[in-house]
Every structure is written in C-alpha cells, then in structure tokens.
C-alpha cells in the first residue's frame, strides 16, 4: 500500500532474519494495481542506492526483456530523486517498482497523485492537510486577476495588489512560493512581486524554510500580511492583461506542518 522506507544503516527490512547480511544487499520488488481516472499524474521517486519503476497492463504485461522503465530508471544511482509527470487514458495499471541497497544509508519511497486544487477564495476548513515528503502541490484560483487599467485612471493612478494573510512552518529546504501566470498557466513567475513594497510589509513572493509563525490553534503567532505588487503587470500595453494565481508548497525530506492562506484580496492600492 505505502512505499515509504527508511532503513538507514543498521535497520533490515521487515520481516528480514535476524541476521547481519540483510543490512545490506538485497531488493525490494512491490507490484500494486490501480485504477485511474484519464489525466496527468505526478510520481516522486527517490531511492538510496537504485531504483526503478513502470506502469504495465493488467492483463496484458510487457513480458519482453528488457523491461521499459517508463516512470523511473535509477539503477545505477546514489541518492537519486525522479520527478516525473506521467499522462494515463481511464482504466486499470500494474505498478511494479524495484529497489536494491548496497551499503550504506538505504531508503525508499514513491509518492503519486494528482496535484493540482481548485478554489474561489481561501479555504475556509478546520481539516489539516498533512505535508508530504518531497512534495509539489498548488492552489490555483478558480478563474483570473484581472489586472486591465479600468478607463479613467492614469498609470501613476491604477496600482493593483494582491495581499493575504499567512501563516506556516516549513521545513528545511522547503519553499512556499506565489505564483502568477500571464499565458494561461504554461509559465508560471515571480519577478515584479515584490516591487513597491510599503514599509514594514513582507513582500517577497517566497518564504524559505526553515521558517516558522504557527498561528492559532496551532500557536501564538500573529497573521502575517503579505502584499505582492501587480502594477506592472496591469499597466502593460493591450487589453488581455489577465493573471492566473497559484499558492505553491514545494517540500523537500523535512516537512512540518504547511502553509496557511486566508483573507485573499485583489484591490487599488492606496
């Protein structure tokens, strides 16, 4: 069910004999059949020392040699780490992963999912959404900014803002990131964000981990306000100046308790 292992040095597999050859040198082969919904699926996939996955038929497995990696092949590395984005049609897969420890630190794990939400203001929720290791999720606004000058306002008058207010606990490496998309949501950036910032204000569109403000009722920190600068993007030349927006939590092997969003609101600054 769960590919998650960390055995370190000195810790064999489970249900290995107690004996000091299994803490290093063997494999780990898991098969596990699914059942998918048409669409793009993201597969994190990190290993110490090799690892290899693929997805197969059900009924009919590729059973010709070699076999086709087609998510992952790491068999000869150290310490690897696979991102793969992996599109699949409606129907049943085989998930067939190996992994060998030769010596040393040995661990494993596969994360897969579909990673993309959809909402219209921030969620108003009392559930916790765990972090996840090695994890790449969003937040996207359900529709776009738009950022056009409205008529009878000079450039120097119109000065779009977004601001919100939050509140996290990151762990090491990890970064929460906004991001705007002027195409659509091909290319999502930064730059411009933090432009115009009013004193006192925390304007950079990133926030680095390791970094905490754990607000109520998970601690006694204040909300933190943060105003990102969209003038430039509403003063372009054209009529088509629309942003899509998206809250980005990238984690790495450390992970704590996330990211709080609430209070989002587009607005003239003063």
Same mark, same amino acid.
């Given at each position: ?7 370190? @040095?000195? *810790?064999? %597999?489970?249900? #290995?004999?107690?004996?000091? &050859?299994? =803490?290093?040198?063997? /494999? !780990?082969?898991?098969? $596990? ?92 929720? @009392?559930? *916790?959404? %765990?972090?996840? #290791?090695?994890?790449?999720? &969003?937040? =996207?606004?359900?529709? /776009? !900014?738009?950022?056009? $000058? ?18 996290y606990a990151l762990g090491d490496n990890a970064v929460a990131r906004v991001e705007i998309s002027t195409d659509g949501g091909f290319n999502w950036r930064q730059d411009h964000l933090n432009e115009n910032c009013p004193s006192g204000t925390q304007c950079d569109p990133s926030i680095w981990g390791w970094n905490s403000r754990l607000v109520p009722p998970y601690g006694n920190e204040e909300w933190q306000l943060r105003i990102h600068d969209l003038r430039y993007y509403g003063n372009l030349s054209g009529t088509n100046n629309y942003l ?16 709080? /969003? ?9």
């Open positions: 069910e769960t590919i998650e292992f960390n055995f370190g @040095s000195t *810790i064999r %597999p489970p249900g #290995a004999p107690l004996d000091e &050859s299994w =803490l290093d040198n063997y /494999v !780990l082969r898991s098969i $596990r059949d699914i059942s998918v919904q048409a669409g793009e699926y993201n597969f994190i996939v990190r290993a110490d020392d090799g690892v290899r996955l693929r997805w197969d038929s059900v009924t009919t497995p590729d059973l010709t040699s070699p076999y086709k990696w087609n998510i992952a092949d790491q068999w000869g590395g150290w310490g690897s780490i696979t991102y793969v984005p992996v599109t699949l049609a409606a129907g049943d897969y085989r998930l067939i992963l190996e992994f060998y420890e030769a010596g040393g630190n040995a661990y494993v794990s596969v994360q897969a999912g579909n990673t993309n939400f959809s909402f219209s203001d921030s969620p108003k929720t @009392s559930d *916790i959404v %765990p972090s996840v #290791a090695y994890g790449n999720s &969003s937040l =996207l606004l359900d529709g /776009v !900014l738009n950022v056009n $000058r409205p008529t009878g306002l000079t450039a120097a008058q119109w000065k779009p803002r977004l601001s919100y207010y939050t509140g899509g927006l998206r809250f980005r939590l990238l984690t790495q092997n450390s992970v704590r308790d996330g990211w709080w /969003v609430t209070d989002i609101l587009a607005d003239n600054a003063p």
